[in-house]
């Protein structure tokens, strides 16, 4: 049971990271303010499959709404950080 409720959760964080990356795609087709390169891509959904199902395998241990809640704060903040020093290297 949790084997297919785990490549369920895969399924979806998987169909939300390509949803997600096809704004930056359709982005580069209307603007020249946004220049991906193939490596961005990839980096990019590593980074956001990487967080979804660290939070998707994180909150199956959590015991309530609150501590799902927490977990995803702090997915989404780790997200962010490294994010951030990517784009822009925030810390030296």
């Given at each position: ?5 785990l ?39 590593g ?10 395998i ?35």
């Amino acid at each position: 049971m949790m084997i297919a409720s785990l490549h369920k959760s895969t399924f979806v964080v998987a169909l939300a990271t390509g949803l997600m990356l096809l704004v930056p795609l359709v982005a580069m087709q209307v603007t020249d303010e946004v220049n991906w390169s193939g490596g961005d891509f990839v980096v990019a959904g590593g980074l956001l499959f990487g967080t979804g199902m660290t939070y998707a395998i994180c909150a199956r241990l959590a015991r309530g709404a609150s501590q799902r809640a927490a977990i995803a704060a702090a997915c989404l903040c780790g997200l962010g950080l490294v994010w951030a020093q990517l784009a822009v290297g925030i810390f030296k």
